[in-house]
């Protein structure tokens, strides 16, 4: 069974505790627009990241508040940088890159918190239900463009999550996708 995704394209961005966001910003975090994510949205706080070699600025952070430090990036983001992260799931930190941020209040170095985040598929239950598709299963995304392909990407139900295949600008870049474009899904 095939079917259609909208696709939405993941720049870099940072995921906070609110202690680690209390200790980067006197201000309150304020909301700059909603993501499609039902409750999630970007905020009008920036920082900027630091490895070894470089570093990124304005680099937002995305809200509400999570349990866990998260800073998401594609290759290019780890080669300005200069640190090799490795590709995950979000919240799957264990050995992930260390990596500074840099706030108006200063700077803080989190440990095992830098990731490329793996492609993965939005969807609530009705959706998995919908597609005969398991939480976590493997699933092909069909590139059918002038530069064709695939992406293999992980299914992410959640109880309002909403129908999003997520790639990051590179992988985007790569194939000329655009945002909201629709990709084939092939089980």
Known sequence: MNWKVPVGISNHHVHL???TYEQLFCEKIEKLKDLKQTGEYASKQTVTIKGPKGEIEKVRILGPFRSYNQVEISNSDAFILGIKP??????????AEKITIIGENGSIELQNSCIIAENHIHMDQKDLIKYQVEDNSLVKVLVEKTRKGCFFARIKASENGILEFHIDRDEANAFQIENEEELTVQK
């Open 86 to 95: 490795p590709v995950r799931k979000s919240g799957d930190l264990e050995n």
């Open 17 to 19: 505790t609110k202690e």
